[in-house]
Antibody, heavy 119, light 110 residues
Framework: QVQLVQSGAEVETPGASVKVSCKAS????????MHWVRQAPGQGLEWMGM????????NYAQRFQGRVTMTRDTSTSTAYMELSSLRFEDTAVYYC????????????WGQGTLVTVSS | QSALTQPASVSGSPGQSITISCTGT?????????VSWYQQHPGKAPKVMIY???KRPSGVSNRFSGSKSGNTASLTISGLQAEDEADYYC??????????FGGGTKVTVL
């Protein structure tokens, strides 16, 4: 079955960078886009961006342009999301997600990674 | 890209039906059939309940249904049950080849 397993919680200081990983299993990694979605405490879901199956194309939400970098390592079936110049308001749970076998959706989700930005 | 507009809260009694709206623009909800709905219980990852406006994934109860008219999509939960109490989010593909979520709706079963 499809599984997306993310790296553990992180605590970072303002201005630092954080890199979250998402290891995929149960399917052919190079077949599906990978998306990243975040959720600040008590807030809603926010789409951050996506990376193509081969990793050669990315598309980021405008508000993260210049601060986020999404990559993927096909040899280890792992996707990465790096966010730089962290601010207190970047404190959130970060999820990786991919669609179901058909349709346009976020059908499979990682368990989430809590990133806390604190001085 | 502004978030899609959802009511903050909707409530209903067990057995009743409720509908959650999700309003966007012609650049997102109105322009594509790629609207999906997610259920999220506290501390859990979201779960897709409806995709492509009205399709239901395998394993999701047929009490959940979706529709769209113009720039507004809707999720209807019929035969409301206690386990349906959760936050619900809509999402849509956009003309910028990005995705946008709604602000979320808290469903309370009275």
């Amino acid at each position: 079955q499809v599984q997306l397993v993310q790296s553990g919680a992180e605590v970072e200081t303002p201005g630092a960078s954080v890199k979250v990983s998402c290891k995929a299993s149960g399917y052919t990694f190079t077949t599906f886009y990978m998306h990243w979605v975040r959720q600040a405490p008590g807030q809603g879901l926010e789409w951050m961006g996506m990376i193509s199956p081969s990793g050669d194309r990315t598309n980021y939400a405008q508000r993260f342009q210049g601060r986020v970098t999404m990559t993927r390592d096909t040899s280890t079936s792992t996707a990465y999301m790096e966010l730089s110049s962290l601010r207190f308001e970047d404190t959130a749970v970060y999820y990786c997600a991919r669609r179901l076998e058909d349709g346009y959706n976020f059908g499979h989700w990682g368990q989430g990674t809590l990133v806390t930005v604190s001085s | 890209q502004s978030a899609l507009t959802q009511p903050a809260s909707v409530s209903g009694s067990p057995g009743q039906s409720i509908t959650i709206s999700c309003t966007g623009t012609s650049s997102d909800v109105g322009g594509y059939t790629y609207v999906s709905w997610y259920q999220q219980h506290p501390g859990k990852a979201p779960k897709v309940m409806i995709y492509d406006v009205s399709k239901r994934p395998s394993g999701v109860s047929n009490r959940f249904s979706g529709s769209k008219s113009g720039n507004t999509a809707s999720l209807t939960i019929s035969g409301l049950q206690a386990e349906d109490e959760a936050d619900y989010y809509c999402a849509s593909y956009t003309s910028s080849s990005t995705w946008v979520f709604g602000g979320g709706t808290k469903v309370t079963v009275l």
